[in-house]
T-cell receptor, first 114, second 112 residues
Framework: EPEVTQTPSHQVTQMGQEVILRCVPI?????FYWYRQILGQKVEFLVS????????KSEIFDDQFSVERPDGSNFTLKIRSTKLEDSAMYFC????????????FGPGTRLTVT | AQSVTQPDIHITVSEGASLELRCNYS??????LFWYVQSPGQGLQLLLK??????LVQGIKGFEAEFKRSQSSFNLRKPSVHWSDAAEYFC??????????FGAGTRLTVKP
């Protein structure tokens, strides 16, 4: 069964450093998403991406965040200058259509900022 | 604004007992509703979803949920809980902006 994959599973970085979280969505999917979950809190929407551009973003997704689909398979989330409060689990998701039918989630990348 | 409330932060049930997890939503139109489960250290797995039609929806692992528009609820149920059901459960609503709003989650503990 096709699945969304994410690498790395755990990333430790120092405050102020740039990190790139990688996701490989399901191959025939067209819509891509990033969510984050701070430890013990709810899952929060960050951004959705379609047709090589951001279609929607939350207030969390400020200028330090960016997303990119550098090739036909990867979908990345970049945090330019990490802060302690960026420590969270980051989930990538993809869907075949944009009607939030069946958003398939990856296993997540745990980001720890020290 | 669209939102989801899960009133119970933590629920403990005995193995074999029935389970009901509560979810209330706030949304102006017909909502798209989901239940996800997250086992420790794992990602989110879709249990079931409601878009339209029959208000009682069946999902995986023996779960079901009932959409009640009059109560703005979408409660998750299972007639007999197994120890492997211990996890965090999230209710979510799909929005017109094509993102999902999650509830805070309910942690389920299963006693032997």
């Amino acid at each position: 069964e096709p699945e969304v994959t994410q690498t790395p599973s755990h990333q430790v970085t120092q405050m102020g450093q740039e990190v790139i979280l990688r996701c490989v969505p399901i191959s025939n999917h067209l819509y891509f998403y990033w969510y984050r979950q701070i430890l013990g809190q709810k899952v929060e929407f960050l951004v959705s991406f379609y047709n090589n551009e951001i279609s929607e973003k939350s207030e969390i997704f400020d200028d330090q965040f960016s997303v990119e689909r550098p090739d036909g398979s990867n979908f990345t989330l970049k945090i330019r200058s990490t802060k302690l409060e960026d420590s969270a689990m980051y989930f990538c998701a993809s869907s075949a259509t944009g009607n939030f039918y069946e958003q398939y989630f990856g296993p997540g990348t745990r980001l720890t900022v020290t | 604004a669209q939102s989801v409330t899960q009133p119970d932060i933590h629920i403990t049930v005995s193995e074999g007992a029935s389970l009901e997890l509560r979810c209330n939503y706030s949304y102006g139109a017909t909502p798209y509703l989901f239940w996800y489960v997250q086992s420790p250290g794992q990602g989110l797995q879709l249990l079931l979803k409601y878009f339209s039609g029959d208000t009682l929806v069946q999902g995986i692992k023996g779960f079901e949920a009932e959409f009640k528009r009059s109560q703005s609820s979408f409660n998750l149920r299972k007639p007999s809980v197994h120890w492997s059901d211990a996890a965090e459960y999230f209710c979510a609503v799909g929005t017109v902006d094509n993102d999902m709003r999650f509830g805070a989650g309910t942690r389920l503990t299963v006693k032997p």
